[in-house]
């Protein structure tokens, strides 16, 4: 049996979906976001396609994602499809001016890569890798292009089961070279890589297995969740497709449903009311100038905590790079860029300029205690 990274993550995420998809074979509309993603994928195969001389002009480039996107428009909404377009030619844009000149000391070996693995005795592993580079000597660096603006934190990325399908196919390909696997975010030109261990890397090869094995089985059981909801055959799934017919059981479940609901909604209530009190709270504090308060039989506490919410790459990168430093933190990940905040290699002058980079968010603590007892304090973030 062949299988793919997509067809692995859709019957992970729900058996009924992959049989629907791939076994009944209905078609599921690809979104917006897919379509412009393909054509900025297009676009950067047109300037990468190591089979060229020489790199191509911008003007190429973006004449490569006019005519993927005039081919994908009519499945775009009407009313979206301009402002897809300009996006579409901006991001090119920027990424050109950076990247238009050859890299030193990097070259593109393939783009757009096939390959079909063995996984097991019988079953084969199969997918496309956008790029492939070379670094240097024995060095390969597997490319994956991502079109969204929401990046994931390093720790996610080290666990991609997609980025971990491309090292198991790139080292079989590639058995000379270490290889590097990496999510680049186009929008935001940071390159994210992953950190995988030998470890993860068979246990991913297991779960691959062991989904073939179910599939094989026919093992197509519904795993209803939040994504039923924007799935793209609910339609015909077995849970939704016929009306439901309840059995004469001795269960009220019609009662059981009502207390749920009813529950569920207090419970969001007590959360709004909660979350009411405590902003007046600090409201409270914030114009008394002070961090405690006494009243109605407790005392509150507040500590202030400020955490870095994101770096600002282009300021770090400025800095670092002139240094030779960017490599260590090419992620723009907080854990990389406070490890080299903690060391001796740059000045207090430096550190300063890459603290200014961040952007920070100040989160409020609140300890309650009830006056008279023995301290028991119940701590709420916001």
Known sequence: MQISFSRFSTYRRCPQQYKLQYVDRIPVPAGPELHFGAAVHDALNRMYDPRQLQRPQLEEVIEAFIASWQGRQEEVPEEKRQLYFERGVDLLRRHYERHGAEEEGARTAATELSFSIRLGDSDRLTGRIDRVDVLGEKQLEVIDYKTGARMPTQSIVDRDVQLAIYRLAATELYPAFDVTTTLYYVLHDVRMSAVQSDEMLSETQYDILEAIARVQLGDFDPNPDSHCDWCGVKAHCELFRKPLETPDLEIDVDDALRRYAEASEAEAEAKRYKAEAQAQINAYLDQAKTERVEGGGYEAIRRRYRQVVSWDAERVRETLEPLGMWGRVTQVDSAAV????????????????IEAAAE???????????????????????
């Open 360 to 382: 920070y968010r100040e989160s409020k603590r609140i300890r309650l205690k009830r006056l008279g007892l023995p301290e028991d304090p119940e701590e709420t973030a916001e």
């Open 338 to 353: 406070k490890g080299l905040l903690a060391t001796s290699d740059l000045t207090r002058e430096q550190k300063a300029e």
